[in-house]
């Protein structure tokens, strides 16, 4: 079956690669732990990094790439805890790719400072960690017992990637603690040319890797720690690190130009033959649109007709013996695509493709690579970068991008790590890079609109509609793909919870459509918030903005290390209505706001309607990288929009006032 995706194993944070049976370095066979000093033991500080909660003393990663079929990688990581915050350490995420990756033999230890031995007996357990906004992703975790302040914690594992893969490799040098010593080694495939290179530069005294005797080493010290920051782009983008790539060609190419033709022409080769001319798929497109059709109207039937496959990307990963019963046949072509009623994201574009040539319509595949793991440069000349592909249709004299093989994705969207990327548009000649535009704010919206009631005490209650459209609609379905009605209940629920910054009651009371590509996902709520309204004196005050608590404590550091990285552009719309208790008066409400700095808007409006309060708000951003050199003036948009939204209506209870 053909692979879409050239799958890249991320690894953050303490994530190490390894190589089977390989020892500690100093390890004696049958030990499997570095010997303890008293210096290790006493030790309260390091110098390097004044003010560490934890350091780490240790770290080693062997990879070994040299068996295609099952490449896997070994890690080991010691650590001193120095300060009460430190102990948090002893709580181990180990982050992965799960389905493209097995974490296995797991050991780990706590040294206490009096040097006696606690040995972790639990077992790892998957968990979703969100370290900061717009950082979330998938960890092994376990806690090392009795984690003391002046202890040594250590662990190590075996990570075996996927079998049949051959991955690119990468040693992620930096970490979020400081690192005395870091030992890093692989063991190349034997079948593929390599290059290497550090992107970023290595630290200071780190001597470029040498390979020796058929292995690939380096050794360095005194790692600075990486500083975590909300909204930042790919983490391992930023670190301290060696990228590995590998070519089938013994003469790897030199210049950029030239390799990536190359490339090109392998790639159409390999789509062309799957794609072939089969007179099936004007049988297929005969059956599926009408002639008095207009163009965009087909491309979209054929769309919908292949997202009706059996998409196996988006399947719960089957056992082998699941597999062996299921006797599915090998995938060779379209055709085995339709006969089978299914195919991986790849094979669904690529029948797409197919379909589109016999209704008339020129189109190709673009191979990109995704930006949600690393940035791409062409001139590494890493061809594994390439991990993801889409549609390039010719409608109406304009060029479509539309990616059919994301099972919840709408015709003419793709999900944003497609987008703002390059993409290397396949033709027999090699192909040409062109950029991959991204979606416009207005497309990716979230709109709440809430129908409420205040009450006597300052209690808030109604209903609520939230409409999430175009790539807000699409990642809550791929989040949500695999899990239960009750999950995904309060999924939505904790959605409404995390927009409000206090206390609520709140139910979903409808079933969103969550199988379907449409372009909106739609839920609806029973509402209520407890003393929304507080007393001050004999009047009340109510917040405007109700459902303002993901912006209200947005980038309140006023220095930044990183660039701020949106995924995509965005745009929130609220539309609230409150009905005032009987004889309630509105004594003063804030003024209009209407912030726009271009690239990102912020209005707000209060309207008193006949004993109704209406408020609207408005938050749109069209951002994606902004550099670190102009983060004030980001800093500054968002504290009007914290300004705005904790303005206050002033109401008079019970008593008429002059309104205004």
């Not at 062996?324 to 991986?344: C, H, M």
């Not at 991204?438 to 129908?451: C, L, N, P, Q, V």
């Not at 929009?641 to 904790?646: W, Y």
Request: glycine letters at 6%.
């Amino acid at each position: 079956m053909l692979s879409r995706r050239v799958v890249l194993i991320v690894i953050l944070g303490l994530a190490g690669l390894g190589v089977a049976g390989v020892r500690p370095s100093g390890v004696s066979a049958g030990d499997e732990w570095l010997p303890i000093t008293p210096e290790e033991l006493k030790m309260t500080s390091v110098a390097e990094a004044p003010g560490a909660p934890a350091v780490i003393l240790y770290r080693q990663v062997d990879r070994d790439d040299s068996n295609a079929d099952v490449p896997h990688e070994y890690d080991y990581v010691r650590i001193k805890i120095l300060t009460e915050e430190g102990r948090k350490y002893g709580d181990v995420e180990i982050p992965y790719l799960k389905g493209n990756a097995n974490i296995n033999q797991v050991k780990g230890r706590t040294i206490r400072p009096d040097g006696s031995i606690a040995n972790f007996q639990g077992k790892p357990f998957d968990k979703t960690i969100v370290k900061a906004k717009g950082l979330k992703y998938l960890a092994k975790t376990f806690s090392l017992p009795d984690v003391q302040v002046g202890s040594i914690i250590e662990y190590h594992y075996m990570l075996d990637l996927q079998e049949g893969y051959v991955f690119d490799s990468h040693w992620i040098l930096s970490d979020e603690l400081f690192t005395k010593v870091g030992k890093f080694t692989l063991k190349p495939s034997h079948d593929f040319a390599l290059r290497w290179s550090w992107p970023i530069g290595l630290p200071a005294g780190t001597a470029s890797p040498l390979n020796e005797h058929g292995i690939i080493h380096m050794e360095s010290h005194n790692i600075p720690a990486f500083q975590i920051e909300d909204y930042m782009p790919p983490e391992n983008e930023l670190k301290f690190r060696v990228d590995f790539s590998y070519t089938d060609d013994s003469s790897p190419e030199k210049e950029a130009d030239k390799f990536w033709k190359k490339e090109g022409k392998k790639k159409n080769e390999q789509a062309e033959s799957f794609i072939g001319k089969h007179k099936s798929m004007e049988q297929v497109v005969a059956q599926t649109v009408s002639a008095s059709d207009p163009p965009e109207v087909k491309l979209q039937k054929l769309y919908a007709r292949v997202q009706q496959l059996r998409n196996t990307s988006y399947e719960v990963e089957k056992s082998e013996q699941e597999q062996k019963r299921e006797k599915a046949k090998p995938v060779g072509n379209v055709e085995d695509v339709l006969k089978q009623g299914r195919g991986n994201p790849r094979a669904i574009n690529w029948l797409f493709i197919a379909l589109a040539r016999a209704a008339g319509f020129e189109a190709h595949s673009v191979f990109l690579a995704s930006r949600n793991q690393y940035f791409f440069r062409p001139e590494m000349m890493n061809s594994q970068q390439l991990n993801g592909d889409v549609v390039l249709v010719r409608v109406n004299g304009k060029d479509v991008y539309c990616d059919p093989g994301s099972k919840f994705a709408p015709f003419g969207l793709l999900p944003w790590e497609e987008t703002a990327v390059q993409g290397l548009k396949l033709d027999k000649d090699g192909g040409a890079f062109s950029l991959i535009p991204s979606s416009d704010s207005s497309i990716s919206k979230i709109e709440r609109k809430a129908d409420l009631k205040l009450d006597d005490e300052g209690t808030l209650s109604g209903k609520l509609t939230i409409t999430f459209s175009g790539l807000e609609a699409l990642e809550r379905r791929t989040e949500e793909r695999n899990e239960d009605e009750t999950s995904r209940k309060k999924f939505l629920e904790d959605q409404v919870r995390e927009y409000v910054p206090v206390g609520i009651d709140v139910e979903l009371t409808n079933k969103p459509d969550w199988s379907s590509a449409a372009p909106t996902l739609v839920a609806t709520y029973d509402l209520k918030v407890q003393g929304w309204a507080s007393a001050a004196g004999h009047r009340a005050l109510i917040p405007v903005g109700l459902f303002s608590s993901t912006e209200k404590q947005l980038f309140e550091h006023a220095s930044r290390v990183h660039p701020v990285y949106f995924q995509y552009p965005f745009l929130k719309e609220d539309d609230v209505t409150i009905q005032l208790p009987l004889n309630w008066q509105v004594n003063s409400m804030p003024q209009a706001q209407n912030q726009d700095a271009k690239a990102a808007v912020y209005i707000l409006k209060v309207e008193n309607d006949k004993g109704a309060l209406h408020l609207t708000r408005v938050l749109r951003s069209d951002l994606m990288l902004v550099d670190a050199k102009v983060y004030p003036n980001l800093r500054t948009f968002f504290q009007v929009v914290r300004t705005g939204d904790e303005e206050q209506v002033v109401l008079q209870p019970g008593a008429s006032s002059g309104g205004k």
